[in-house]
């Protein structure tokens, strides 16, 4: 029974504290501390299938322009900057510079030079116009307080017929309804092209026309 009683406390501070980060979060900023860059990405050679679903959804291509925003440890932005090769570019954005440095031991390792390092908030004005071909927020757009101001960034970022891929689930505190999603991304002028998951679990694709 002891076990029980000490499991069950657990379990309860766990969701007690998912619910707090989740709700703090949409106040301010509260991105994944650096320390947990290791649970979010491990540093393993091959491509989980999660990652591999998501490259084969945002369809990258040799000499791409591309910017993971909120990129944490490169889980996208070092397999993506081997498909874009030398003639394109991956930006690697984030508030955290700890992650930024994380994704460049990352990419000197694997010997990879057409990575930019960008540290900062998306809505911030860092991004420039009509720079990108695809952008990429994995589980990011929970994390910032002004989600309209950041999407029109993004937009104003992307070349015209540019795409946008979200990707969001259930595990993450920020998480944000594909719903909520789509009507944001709608009243920012984004069409949706194409939506692939589940209600708690999905990448929602979105096109600048």
């Known amino acids: 029974m002891g076990i029980l009683i000490i499991i069950g406390i657990l379990i309860l501070v766990i969701i007690i504290l998912f619910v707090g980060w989740r709700y703090a979060s949409q106040r ?3 991105p994944c501390p650096v320390w947990m860059k290791w649970m979010l990405d491990p540093p393993f050679a091959w491509m989980s299938g999660r990652t591999r679903k998501t490259i084969e959804y945002l369809d990258v291509n040799p000499g791409m322009q591309v910017l993971d925003a909120g990129c944490g440890p490169g889980r996208v932005s070092i397999p993506v900057a081997k498909i874009v090769g030398q003639t394109g570019n991956v930006t690697a954005m984030d508030i955290q510079e700890g992650m930024l440095a994380e994704v460049r031991k990352r990419a000197e390792k694997e010997g990879l030079s057409n990575i ?6 998306i809505g911030e004005g860092k991004l420039g116009k ?5 952008i990429v927020m994995i589980t990011v757009l929970g994390e910032i307080p002004d989600h309209e101001r950041a999407m029109q960034e993004i937009y104003g970022a ?3 017929g540019g795409m946008l891929l979200i990707e969001e689930t259930i595990r ?3 998480f ?3 719903q909520t999603v789509r009507d944001l991304a709608g009243g920012i002028g984004f069409v949706e092209k194409g939506w692939h998951g589940s209600r708690f679990n999905y990448c929602i694709l979105l096109g600048k026309e």
Do not use: A, F, I, M
């Not at 930019?116 to 908030?121: A, E, I, K, T, V």
């Not at 009509?130 to 695809?134: G, I, N, P, V």
């Open 172 to 174: 993450d505190p920020h």
């Open 158 to 160: 992307l070349k015209p």
């Open 28 to 30: 301010r900023s509260l």
């Open 116 to 121: 930019r390092y960008l540290q900062g908030g």
């Open 130 to 134: 009509e720079q990108y071909d695809r």
């Open 176 to 178: 944000q309804r594909v």
